[in-house]
Nanobody, 120 residues
Framework: QVQFVESGGGLVQPGGSLRLSCVAS????????MGWYRQAPGEQRELVAD???????NYADSVKGRFTISRDNAKNTVYLQMNSLKPEDTAVYYC??????????????WGGGTLVTVSS
């Protein structure tokens, strides 16, 4: 019964900024890792950034220095602040989480995706 609500996608001009949010809800006691992936047309899905429960982060080389991932553990929410956006950032962005269970170990959960379009 875990589900995600994503928001913040849209159309933005090159050099602009967007902030994506993803809220996890349901019977959640903890989340090990939350992150953002993206998939451009005709391309494979790739990791953009993720953040562990203790705050450690990973970023794709293509977004380092421009994107910042953060989380609010009390709200089970992950954010992606995207600055200096480029046309090549255009993609569907997916929220992802690893959630521990008592019977099946860690399980992968995905949001439905939100479209980010960077264009003049």
């Amino acid at each position: 019964q875990v589900q995600f609500v994503e928001s913040g996608g849209g159309l933005v001009q090159p050099g602009g900024s967007l902030r994506l949010s993803c809220v996890a809800s349901g019977r959640i006691f903890s989340i090990h890792t939350m992150g953002w992936y993206r998939q451009a047309p005709g391309e494979q899905r790739e990791l953009v950034a993720d953040i562990r429960s203790g705050g450690g982060t990973n970023y794709a080389d293509s977004v380092k220095g421009r994107f910042t991932i953060s989380r609010d553990n009390a709200k089970n929410t992950v954010y992606l602040q995207m600055n200096s956006l480029k046309p090549e950032d255009t993609a569907v962005y997916y929220c992802h989480a690893l959630i521990p269970t008592t019977v099946a170990g860690d399980l992968d959960y995905w949001g439905g995706g939100t479209l980010v379009t960077v264009s003049s």
